[in-house]
């Protein structure tokens, strides 16, 4: 599986990071650093808690590492969500957290696949 | 070197991909939310070319790193480039009002990003190279005529046999009356600047008295007219001295040094010497040093003078008693008359000097319309590096607090020894910093401190400290910082904190010694008297037993063997007498041969009291040595030390007159006969 590959299976836009970071070890490395980052646990149990303003920054947080990243899906679904917590939570904070679960669940196995590939 | 630029991130990954693309060219520094970027800010910000600054953060987010940015002036030192994922128009336009340059949006573009830290940089660092080239010339100036000028008075004075503060007065006058005359008019044109050049130059006045004999300079009498013509010469000697200097002849300072050496003699009708130059043909410099010179001579004590108040003094000038000076200035030293007092009661060399070299370096940046410059900054950090140093020496806590954000910071040492973080945000309600303190204890530091005035900004109070489970005194010292407004605002505190536990345990230790008969080791009078009173006052219903007894035929024993002999008898009784008693009672020695004793009792004092006789008296040396004892017991007397005292007093009398070396207790019998005795003597 090739990085480009990785990208068009979790609907992010390869030749857009491409053409900003200029390397594709650098874009290797970063994309593999995203399965580190706690912000994703950080936004579902700070929603499971009602603290919303930590869910805004942990929401916020992914939505700008993947506007880095070009990872398009998850930076749309993230953005709206960060919107919705922006003044304190709207009614349609569920849903869009579901969609971004869903979202982050995608990217997240497609830079697995990926990375096992690697290993092997 | 590579510039230093801070990135300030909670996104790990975000500061990754920053990093990447700019650690080629620069150092790279990261901070993960907003009071690490402050810390950060504080340790490097004169090292730093850039900070990226992201906006959402937890702890404290970005506006807040600008404002403190703002706060501690760093804003106009180091450019704010924002790389916020956050890019609606309110959120830049708040970080443009705090004074960031730059707004990189995302997703980040490696050309984009490096391009736009390079240009801001660029930018910086040529501004700052200007108010750098400016700064260094005013500051060298400075700080060399400043030297020079304080060794060559430092002789002077030495050579005049003057007090030493003279120079020093002279200085602060002229600066104070400098300072009131740009107020009352624009004739003379004066900067900070020229205030301060006069001032410093003002310490030269005298220096042509190096050319007059030693002889006349010191007469303790009055000159005679011929004396008096050559010592007139000093000013002229003390102008051509500067004139003839080889080099330096166009510095300011030189030439307001000659006005000031050549005309301080002048006046302002034209009868001074030497040239009887008149009105505002004297240099104004040169007015402001003559009547600084003379008020000073007037109100400090001279060998053939007491001091003058500063109104009798203002009295003899304006009354023309002095010579005749410019009304300006008149005015100016009659309506400064507590101020003149104040600063020359508080004035030392150190204050001015720190005084007029910040208002200097204020007014060229005024004029440069820039912050303060790399030079300054380098110069205050080694001043950094230096104390931490110093402390680290001294193993001193110091501390630092700013009102905003609300932040303590601890030096590295003093953190480590108290066991608390280096960086305590809002400190007054931290739990951890109130298990120390003590509940409460911060507020009022911060209280105090609060409560000084930029005149007077220390503080100093003694707390006790919980470090590592056990409590000791600690002396705490603070310095407030005061912004420089017309109205002061409170902007924080530096301070530190000593041990003083062991010098206070010594204290102590000194007043037990002072409360004891150095011979004997016993306590003296007034602490005996201090502790049976403590006694009787805390046990009110006990039974309380005071004796006073004397060496009998101590006179004889002295007599016959000598002092030192005597001196051994003493202690040998006191010996005894500690011997005999519990460690609960107080023993004494009122002095000579005279000794108390006083004790608490249930049952059957009188067999206490044979015993405790029976133990003191003894043989010493081959000689018998008795006394005799009064005793006094509470249950008459009442819990009364001077009527104990007195009844046991004729107790023992009674005693020595019944034969001696016995025990004798009070009773109301031996009033009559001590009556009688006295009405007989």
């Keep these: 599986m090739t990085l480009e590959a990785c990208y068009a299976a979790m609907g992010a836009d390869y030749s857009d990071v491409l053409s900003r970071l200029r390397s594709e070890r650098l874009i290797q490395k970063f994309v593999l650093k995203f399965l580190d980052d706690k912000s994703f646990e950080l936004l579902s149990s700070s929603l499971e808690s009602g603290s919303y303003e930590e869910a805004f920054r942990a929401s916020h947080t992914i939505k700008g590492m993947c506007q880095n990243l070009s990872f398009t899906t998850l930076m749309h679904s993230s953005s709206e969500l960060t919107e919705a917590l922006r003044n304190g939570p709207t009614p349609e904070v569920p849903s869009l957290f579901e969609k971004v679960s869903a979202d982050y669940e995608m990217t997240v196995s497609a830079i697995r696949a990926y990375q096992s590939e690697l290993g092997a | ?681």
Excluded at chain 2, 212 to 224: A, F, Q, R, S, Y
Excluded at chain 2, 591 to 612: Q, S, V
Aim: overall charge negative; hydrophobic content about 40%; charged content about 30%.
């Design chain 2, 1 to 681: 070197m590579k510039d230093k630029i801070l990135i300030v991130d909670d996104s790990e990954m975000n500061r990754s991909i920053l990093d990447d693309m700019l650690k080629d060219n620069y150092e790279i520094i990261e901070a993960e939310d907003g009071i690490a970027a402050v810390k950060r800010l504080k340790e490097h910000v004169s090292e730093l070319a850039l900070v990226l600054l992201d906006i959402v953060m937890p702890e404290m987010d970005g506006f807040g790193v600008l404002e403190a940015m703002n706060q501690n002036g760093w804003i106009n030192e180091v450019p704010v480039i924002i790389i916020s994922a956050e890019s609606s128009s309110t959120h830049i336009e708040r970080a443009y009002e705090l004074g960031a340059t730059d707004f990189i949006a995302r997703p980040f573009d490696t050309l984009i990003v490096r391009r736009r830290v390079v240009n801001t940089i660029l930018l910086y660092a040529k501004q700052k190279r200007l108010i750098n080239l400016v700064e260094d010339q005013v500051y060298e100036k400075e700080r060399q005529s400043d030297l020079m000028i304080d060794i060559l008075s430092h002789i002077m004075e030495f050579r005049n046999g003057e007090s030493g503060l003279h120079i020093l007065h002279v200085r602060i006058i002229t600066d104070l009356l400098l300072s009131c005359l740009t107020k009352k008019t624009d004739r003379y044109n004066l900067t900070m600047a020229d205030i301060s050049l006069i001032s410093t130059a003002s310490a030269l006045h005298d220096i042509g008295k190096i050319g007059i004999d030693e002889k006349i300079l010191n007469k303790p009498g009055k000159l005679t007219a011929e004396e008096f013509a050559i010592m007139k010469t000093h000013s002229e000697i003390g102008a051509n001295m500067i004139s003839d200097l080889p080099v330096h002849r166009q510095e300011q300072l030189v030439k307001t040094a000659y006005e000031i050496c050549r005309w301080h003699h002048e006046r302002y009708d034209g009868r001074g010497y030497p040239d009887g130059l008149k009105g505002d043909e004297i240099p104004i410099s040169a007015q402001v040093v003559s009547l600084a010179d003379v008020y000073d001579a007037l109100t400090s004590e001279r060998v053939y003078k007491p001091p003058y108040s500063h109104e009798a003094a203002v009295k003899m000038i304006c009354g023309g008693e002095c010579g005749t000076f410019n009304p300006l200035l008149l005015e100016c030293l009659e309506e400064n008359a507590e101020k003149f007092r104040t600063s020359l009661e508080k004035a030392s060399h150190e204050d001015i000097k720190h005084r007029k070299l910040r208002s200097i370096s204020e007014e060229t940046l005024r004029d440069e319309g820039g912050g303060v410059s790399k030079r300054t900054l380098r110069l205050l950090d080694r001043e950094r590096v230096r104390n931490t140093f110093y402390a680290s020496m001294a193993e001193a806590i110091q501390f630092e607090y700013s009102v905003a954000p609300p932040m303590l910071s601890l030096s590295v040492w003093g953190a480590k020894k108290l066991g608390l973080d280096e960086i305590i945000t809002n400190p007054a309600a931290d739990k951890r910093l109130d298990a120390l303190l003590g509940e409460g204890s911060w507020n009022k530091i911060s209280a105090a401190a609060r409560a000084t005035t930029p005149e007077k900004p220390e503080t100093k109070l003694e707390l006790l400290l919980r470090i590592e489970g056990s409590v000791r005194w600690y002396r705490i010292i603070t310095r407030s910082l005061w912004s420089d407004d017309a109205e002061p605002e409170f902007e924080g505190v530096i301070g530190t904190a000593m041990d003083i536990n062991d010098s206070l345990l010594k204290m102590q230790e000194l007043e037990t010694k002072a409360a004891r008969d150095p011979l004997t080791g016993l306590l003296n009078r007034a602490s005996a008297r201090e502790q049976i009173e403590m006694k009787m006052l805390s046990h009110p219903e006990s039974n309380f037993a005071l004796a006073i007894f004397d060496i009998d035929d101590f006179k004889k024993a002295n007599d016959v063997y000598g002092h030192m002999f005597g001196d051994e008898v003493i202690k040998f009784i006191s010996k005894n007498l500690r011997e005999s008693i519990r460690g609960s009672d107080v023993s004494g020695r009122f002095g000579g041969e005279e000794f108390l004793a006083f004790l608490e009792y249930k049952t059957d004092i009188e067999r206490t009291f044979e015993r405790i006789h029976k133990s003191i008296c003894g043989v010493y040396e081959n000689y018998d040595v008795s006394v005799t004892m009064g005793v006094a017991l509470s249950s008459d007397m009442g819990n009364d030390y001077e009527k104990l005292l007195h009844a046991a007093d004729s107790a023992l009398y009674f005693g020595k007159r019944n034969g001696k070396n016995q025990v004798c207790f009070y009773d109301e019998s031996m009033k009559s006969l001590l009556e009688t005795d006295t009405a007989d003597n």
